[in-house]
T-cell receptor, first 112, second 111 residues
Framework: DQQVKQNSPSLSVQEGRISILNCDYT??????FLWYKKYPAEGPTFLIS?????DKNEDGRFTVFLNKSAKHLSLHIVPSQPGDSAVYFC???????????FGKGTRLSVIA | NAGVTQTPKFRILKIGQSMTLQCTQD?????MYWYRQDPGMGLKLIYY???????DKGEVPNGYNVSRSTTEDFPLRLELAAPSQTSVYFC??????????FGPGTRLTVT
């Protein structure tokens, strides 16, 4: 039973436009959410996080939105750049006391 | 500052062979983890450790063993390799349970 779901395996976006990556979760106890980015042949790297006490967190071109009632979060990248082409993983945790649970990832392709 | 290093980068094993995947971090992080990533799948936690001498099972621990005798090292042992263990293995560390720093991965094939 997948607790963290990324239902879109891939997404293509034109350079300069907005990329929106979505993530749904089923465990209402999750209270901390993270996005990781992974290039081929490398390990994932931390991108941005959000705690359940917030509904939005921004870091430069990256913004994460959290909708607790819908158990949904999204990552917005504006403007998208070719270097953003990677696999993006959503992850969640409970109270800082449990290991992260990862989604299957979404492959983003930003086309120049 | 090397971060998290993993050796080897690639390995091919025959069924029934054993091997140890090495992981070392130089950031003095208490938490360390082993994940596997199968094609088209997310990262699944195999084992993790909250400090030297303490380890715990993750989601998919069967067929693996770990030890944590120092803060820096967290080796993963495969005792009897099976084709189902063909995967990419990532080691990670973190100062707390979030925001993990990952190594570059070990690609293992069991034939």
């Amino acid at each position: 039973d997948q607790q963290v779901k990324q239902n879109s395996p891939s997404l293509s976006v034109q350079e300069g436009r907005i990329s929106i990556l979505n993530c749904d979760y089923t465990n209402s106890m999750f209270d901390y959410f993270l996005w990781y980015k992974k290039y081929p042949a490398e390990g994932p790297t931390f991108l941005i996080s959000i705690s359940s006490i917030k509904d939005k967190n921004e870091d430069g071109r990256f913004t994460v939105f959290l909708n607790k009632s819908a158990k949904h979060l999204s990552l917005h990248i504006v403007p998208s750049q070719p270097g953003d082409s990677a696999v993006y993983f959503c992850a969640a945790s409970v109270g800082g006391n449990t290991p992260l649970v990862f989604g299957k990832g979404t492959r983003l392709s930003v086309i120049a | 500052n090397a971060g998290v290093t993993q050796t080897p980068k690639f390995r091919i094993l025959k069924i029934g062979q054993s091997m140890t995947l090495q992981c070392t971090q130089d950031m003095n992080h208490n938490y360390m983890y082993w994940y596997r990533q199968d094609p088209g799948m997310g990262l699944k936690l195999i084992y993790y450790s909250v400090g030297a001498g303490i380890t715990d099972k993750g989601e998919v621990p069967n067929g693996y063993n770990v030890s944590r005798s120092t803060t820096e090292d967290f080796p993963l042992r495969l005792e009897l390799a099976a084709p189902s263990q063909t995967s990419v293995y990532f080691c990670a560390s973190s100062p707390r349970l979030y925001e993990q720093y990952f190594g570059p991965g070990t690609r293992l094939t069991v034939t």
